[in-house]
């Protein structure tokens, strides 16, 4: 199998997994908050982000540092590494695990009526304890299968237990039970998730070889990625997730976090279904990279940045656009105000998921330590804009706060990957990407006041994506390449109909770029 096909085959299997997952997990949300409303939503929110707080922390760099030096022995031909690397990594999560399970405790036995005001506190360490191991152990699960660049498994897992959870949380709204209903049914969705990631992932894992160790080379370079994903993993999570919920709870109240939740929500779900699936690859494929030199690795830096731009800007076109209109039409009306914060949060993580391959070139070079004090500054600068800005202006100033944040962090992160791989992005080619959407923005706006809801979303995504793409080609945003596969799907779904859109191909062909993106 070619390169270019095992790409898109990981990218199919990628898709599968990431829109499974998340869109049947947006859904979920959308029925969730709609059944507790703004208030009790905020409550749920805030449990649910300690709870993924925790399982960052438990993992704390195994789950990545799975998919990278699996990649690696496999790409050195030195599979009898593997099993005891899982086995120490392993070890490490469960001392992790012991750690948080522990400070939850503490948390929740001195500071849970702050915490989380309207749920019993006893009921929230409970769900806890119970329901962190579980998940630590799915996204350890999830980490080695992309080491064996097997994402089938993962969206076999999706396919799985990711309708069973709305089946359940369906259920449950419907029925009208308490709060406490959907937290049992997040936990039993865990069970699920955990199950099902450890019976895929079983017939990927090599033999053990009697005897085998990792290399003293191998386990300094492990203990090296530990140390320092440790931190990062507790702070990056931090900058990276909506903190600004428990933030909210603790100083402004539960009806501003339930409207955040439902901004980010969506903003991050839109960045991780569309440029997220091709990011999602980016780690093994840029460690496999790097032993091919330093030059390959920084020409697949610069590729893949344009191409996560070519999928992320269009949705921020969107949501300038529609927000407001598709909080309504999803959440009703009772979160109109996450609207124009769903704006704002878009520009946040649309500038992260562009950023997916510096920060993978990054982690793939061993620049950990360089990296971690980014992460570790951005952290101070979030919790204090955090606790300054939503004490000031309460939902305002938490959006203001994680905007600002995601722009220090991405610039920050690109700096550094320009400096390492001693490639620049194609500063010219974004420009046109930028431009084409805000060109396709511009045909849309209009529709802001015609139509339904419903109506003027779907028109106004079709003809967003037309414009998109036309302005796209018309700019020159496209290498040769691409426009040659463009031209083959084309051709293979609609026998080269229209005519027009051949010709526009044809022509775009004829003056791109002869680059290839990955």
Not at 328 to 343: R, W
Request: glycine share 8%; charged share 10%; aromatic share 10%.
């Amino acid at each position: 199998m070619s390169t270019r096909a095992h790409t898109l085959r990981n990218a199919m299997f990628s898709s599968i997994g990431l829109y499974t997952e998340f869109a049947l997990g947006m859904l979920t949300s959308i029925v969730i908050a709609r059944h507790l409303g703004p208030h009790l939503f905020g409550a749920y929110s805030g449990v649910i982000w300690l709870m993924a707080m925790g399982t960052a922390i438990s993992n704390a760099g195994t789950a990545s540092a799975a998919i990278k030096f699996i990649a690696e022995q496999r790409g050195a031909g030195r599979d009898d590494q593997i099993a005891p690397l899982l086995a120490y990594l392993r070890g490490a999560q469960r001392k992790f695990l012991l750690v948080v399970l522990v400070a939850s405790a503490l948390l929740l036995v001195f500071a849970g009526h702050e915490v989380a005001p309207s749920l019993d506190t006893w009921m929230v360490l409970g769900f806890l304890v119970a329901t962190i191991p579980l998940r630590a152990g799915y996204m350890f699960n999830v980490g080695t299968a992309k080491g064996f660049e097997n994402f089938r498994a993962n969206a076999m897992v999706a396919l799985v237990a990711a309708p069973t959870n709305l089946a359940l949380v369906l259920l449950v709204s419907w029925l009208d039970l308490s709060v406490y209903w959907q937290l049992g049914v997040f936990f039993v969705s865990s069970i699920v998730f955990y199950a099902f990631s450890r019976r895929q992932l079983a017939p990927l894992l090599p033999a053990a070889v009697p005897g085998a160790a990792m290399s003293p080379e191998l386990a300094k370079r492990v203990r090296h990625h530990m140390l320092y994903s440790a931190l990062t993993v507790a702070v990056g999570f931090i900058v990276g997730s909506e903190a600004e919920v428990l933030f909210l709870n603790l100083y402004d109240d539960e009806h501003g976090a339930g409207q955040f939740k439902v901004a980010y929500q969506l903003a991050y779900g839109a960045a991780t279904l569309v440029p997220g699936v091709f990011g999602a690859l980016l780690l093994p494929m840029m460690a496999n990279a790097l032993t091919q030199g330093r030059e390959a690795a920084g020409r697949k830096f610069v590729a893949s940045t344009t191409y996560l731009a070519l999928l992320a800007i269009p949705l921020l076109a969107f949501g300038v656009v529609f927000s407001t209109t598709l909080v309504q039409v999803l959440y009703g009306h009772e979160y109109l105000e996450a609207g124009p914060a769903l704006a704002l949060c878009l520009v946040g993580t649309v500038m992260t998921a562009m950023t997916h391959g510096a920060s993978s070139l990054l982690i793939s070079a061993d620049r950990q330590r360089t990296v971690l004090l980014v992460v570790i500054g951005c952290g101070v600068l979030k919790l204090g804009l955090d606790w300054s800005l939503i004490h000031l202006a309460g939902l305002r100033g938490a959006v203001a706060a994680f905007v600002l944040v995601c722009a220090v962090q991405s610039i920050a992160i690109g700096v550094l990957a320009i400096r390492s791989s001693g490639r620049s992005p194609e500063w010219i080619r974004l420009s046109r990407i930028v431009l084409a959407a805000s060109l396709a923005a511009a045909v849309v706006f209009p529709l802001q006041w015609q139509l339904v809801p419903i109506a003027r979303l779907a028109v106004g995504g079709v003809l967003l994506g037309l414009a998109y793409i036309a302005f796209t080609l018309l700019l020159g945003c496209w290498s040769r390449g691409d426009i040659e596969h463009l031209q083959q799907i084309h051709q293979r779904w609609s026998a080269g109909r229209p005519r027009v859109g051949a010709r526009l191909l044809a022509w775009a062909h004829h003056r791109a770029s002869s680059e290839v993106l990955p």
